[in-house]
């Protein structure tokens, strides 16, 4: 992230980090055994990760249906990363 740089006429410019920043994005790695559900939050149970907003959140399920995988193989996996650029004092 730190050091990416674009070629001009004259060389090695450096990429602004506000052109290059992927802030908070997550990702839902699924196979064709899942779906994915827009869940309520409930309780005291605060949302996180992808569109959690007004209380909602979306969410990977496993179908009912979905055939048993030997081992500790999920059906869905999420990914998610955080904050990066601080070191460049790209707060927002």
């Known amino acids: 992230e ?9 060389g ?3 990429v602004p980090i506000t052109w290059a920043y992927n802030h908070h994005y997550g990702a839902f790695l699924m196979s064709p055994h899942s779906t ?4 309520h939050a409930h309780g005291t ?12 959140f979306w969410d ?5 249906d979905a055939p048993y995988i030997d081992g500790d193989i999920p ?14 004092r790209s707060y927002h």
Request: aromatic content about 6%; overall charge negative; some cysteine.
């Open 2 to 10: 730190v050091d990416q740089v674009y070629q001009t006429a004259d």
């Open 36 to 39: 994915m559900v827009h869940r």
């Open 75 to 88: 059906h869905s996996q999420f990914f998610s990363e955080g904050n990066g650029g601080e070191m460049r």
């Open 45 to 56: 149970h605060r949302p996180q990760g992808c569109g959690s907003i007004g209380g909602r």
């Open 60 to 64: 990977a399920v496993t179908d009912n």
């Open 12 to 14: 090695e410019e450096p």
